[in-house]
T-cell receptor, first 110, second 112 residues
Framework: GENVEQHPSTLSVQEGDSAVIKCTYS??????FPWYKQELGKGPQLIID?????GEKKDQRIAVTLNKTAKHFSLHITETQPEDSAVYFC?????????FGAGTRLTVKP | DAGITQSPRHKVTETGTPVTLRCHQT?????MYWYRQDPGHGLRLIHY???????DKGEVSDGYSVSRSKTEDFLLTLESATSSQTSVYFC???????????FGQGTRLTVV
């Protein structure tokens, strides 16, 4: 089955700086790559996703890039704010088999 | 939370007892999922359903069973709870494969 690795496990940045989280996957059949944000005591919430026919996608301060050849994808958050502090999960899916990374705890210091 | 309700929100149970967690949705989404979340493992799929009475195993299905008798309800049963099943359980729903999944608030289960 699919194996997704996520780095780093913790990330601390100063408010206004950029944050980058990286994931690698193993199954070349994976074609859907969502990113979820989880705040304390809540369920994960989708923040952005990308499909295999697209190399990059942007939504305001958030962007995701995908390199299918290298089997890795990344989340970029620019101009970070304290409310960006949360745990972020990447995932890779080939249909009925979605696997999540172990998560990155992002702390944005004011 | 997209019309998803998990119950109970917290439960403490003893080893060897059966436990049932309930997920109720008001969105009429076809797909429903049960995940467990443990430190260092992210979210791992236990079972999923693609319609009434249509279910299948996920990555970590041993020791768990599910049932879906109505579109809106998806039950997760631990037949005989073990300490290794202490976890936070999330229900999720979606309209199809490779679409946005909406998660419930989670159920914290402790097996002592």
């Amino acid at each position: 089955g699919e194996n997704v690795e996520q780095h780093p496990s913790t990330l601390s940045v100063q408010e206004g700086d950029s944050a980058v989280i990286k994931c690698t996957y193993s199954d070349s059949a994976s074609n859907y790559f969502p990113w979820y944000k989880q705040e304390l005591g809540k369920g994960p919430q989708l923040i952005i996703d990308i499909r295999s026919n697209v190399g990059e996608k942007k939504d305001q301060r958030i962007a995701v890039t995908l390199n299918k050849t290298a089997k890795h994808f990344s989340l970029h958050i620019t101009e970070t704010q304290p409310e960006d502090s949360a745990v972020y999960f990447c995932a890779a899916s080939s249909g009925n088999d979605m696997r999540f990374g172990a998560g990155t705890r992002l702390t944005v210091k004011p | 939370d997209a019309g998803i309700t998990q119950s109970p929100r917290h439960k403490v149970t003893e080893t060897g007892t059966p436990v049932t967690l309930r997920c109720h949705q008001t969105e009429n989404h076809r797909y429903m999922y049960w995940y467990r979340q443990d430190p260092g493992h992210g979210l791992r799929l236990i079972h999923y359903s693609y319609g009434v009475k249509d279910t299948d195993k996920g990555e970590v299905s041993d020791g768990y069973s599910v049932s879906r008798s109505k579109t809106e309800d998806f039950l997760l049963t631990l037949e005989s709870a073990t300490s290794s099943q202490t976890s936070v359980y999330f229900c999720a729903i979606s309209t199809g494969w490779n679409t946005e999944a909406f998660f419930g608030q989670g159920t914290r289960l402790t097996v002592v």
